[in-house]
């Protein structure tokens, strides 16, 4: 037989069927890949929200501190002036 010959008959042949097994492990593969890509969308997500809660957090710990500094420094006023001379 000639290297044409074998190449026809080679070409004639159909593609095997498709493994089922094949494509329901590249289904379950898609299904995680889908479920990996949700779960960092939600993870970037809480991140901004985080960040803007500390944000905000930090923001008011600092006004409430500044307000505890002020009442700290009258109070020390206050000491000073009724100390006995």
Do not use: C, K, N
């Amino acid at each position: 037989m000639t290297a044409a010959g074998r190449e026809r008959r080679l070409a004639a042949v159909p593609p095997p069927a498709p493994d089922p097994r094949l494509a329901a492990a590249e289904a379950r593969r898609r299904a995680a890949l889908e479920e990996v890509d949700a779960l960092d969308a939600q993870v970037e997500r809480l991140a901004r929200e985080l960040a803007e809660f500390s944000f905000r957090y930090e923001r008011g710990l600092v006004a409430g501190y500044a307000e505890l500094e002020r009442a700290e420094r009258l109070v020390h006023r206050i000491q000073v002036l009724e100390e006995p001379w």
